[in-house]
Nanobody
């Protein structure tokens, strides 16, 4: 089945930037909407940003609008989340997930395949 691998997490100071990538092996992501979700300790998982399989539609959580940008390259088989102006409250484990559809839905129950997650820590 589809396996997703996240990369790009790490420790960054407030105001800094990170780029997360979601990649798949053996399967093309071109038929899947991709979502980025995050979960901080003691908090529920939340949808951060999602992109349709064609890339024509995107959605963002209000908390990240204007700071995060989701994009995809269906030739390279990757989806990228560019995170700028990071805040301590962005600290969480970030997961990418795939939904076999062309809808940019940011509801976690819509997604069937999940990566293992990558830690993002924003701290001075």
């Amino acid at each position: 089945h589809l396996q997703l691998v996240e990369s790009g997490g790490g420790l960054v100071q407030p105001g800094g930037s990170l780029t997360l990538s979601c990649a798949a092996s053996r399967f093309t992501l071109a038929n899947y909407a991709i979502g980025w979700f995050r979960q901080a300790p003691g908090k529920e998982r939340e949808g951060v940003s999602c992109i349709s399989s064609s890339g024509s539609s995107t959605n963002y959580a209000d908390s990240v609008k204007g700071r995060f940008t989701i994009s995809r390259d269906n030739v390279k088989n990757t989806v990228t989340l560019q995170m700028n102006s990071l805040k301590p409250e962005d600290t969480a484990v970030y997961y990418c997930a795939a939904d076999y559809s062309d809808y940019a839905r940011c509801r976690d129950y819509e997604y069937d395949y999940w990566g293992q997650g990558t830690q993002v820590t924003v701290s001075s």
